[in-house]
């Protein structure tokens, strides 16, 4: 291994350890990306645009429903002001976070690919080809079903009236027709 890279796959060896790492799966040594759950309905996406400068280039992206991804964002801006070159990425995501761990999923939880409830509602399947699996909710949090990005997307486009989908709304959930929030919109590229 190149030594400058050494600090590319350290920051990410913790976090696929210690965090659910839900997507890219399978994870290869080409993929500059990790989607993992920060609490309910809510992930972080990382992403290091240049594998040979880990921490400049580094972007955390907080995906979510609306109000609390804008809340969340003002934690993480506050928080990144006191980055801790000392510690590793996953410690300084813990510390600005306030939390002691990531969410992982229950030793005796069913196998997520089982569970209908982690289905999406459009397809009704877990884990797409790509990897992708269902993380978009609502605003509604009374709304439980979710959905892969991009059976959204399809949805949309198939709509007659043309709903704004990446624009200035994600558009409605298309269950309970609450707000769809525009962070969700982070999961389609890549
Ligand atoms: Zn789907
Ligand atoms: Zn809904």
């Known amino acids: 291994m190149l030594d400058e890279l050494r600090p590319f796959y350290d920051s990410f060896s913790s976090i696929d350890e210690l965090c659910d790492v839900l997507q890219p799966c399978p994870i290869t ?26 921490y400049a280039s580094m972007a955390v992206q907080i995906i979510g429903p609306t109000e609390e991804v804008a809340h969340l964002r003002h934690v993480l801006s506050d928080g990144l ?25 229950a030793e005796i939880d069913l196998k997520k690919d089982d569970d209908e409830q982690q289905r999406c509602n459009i397809c009704f399947e877990y884990r797409l080809d790509n990897g992708e ?26 709509l007659v009236e043309g709903k704004t989908f990446l624009e200035v ?18 999961l389609l590229k890549n």
């Open 169 to 186: 709304s994600f558009g409605q959930c298309p269950f309970c027709k609450a707000k769809l929030s525009t962070s969700f919109a982070v």
């Open 133 to 158: 699996v269902p993380l978009v909710s609502c605003d509604n949090s009374r709304c439980v079903l979710k959905c892969h990005a991009s059976c959204l997307k399809e949805w949309f486009n198939t």
């Open 29 to 54: 040594t080409k993929d500059n990306t990790r989607v993992f759950p920060l609490k309910e309905r809510v992930y972080l996406k990382l992403t290091i645009a240049d594998p040979f400068a880990s």
């Open 81 to 105: 002001g006191n980055w801790d070159v000392e510690l590793d990425m996953h410690k300084n995501l813990l510390h600005i976070f306030d939390l002691c761990y990531f969410p992982m999923p």
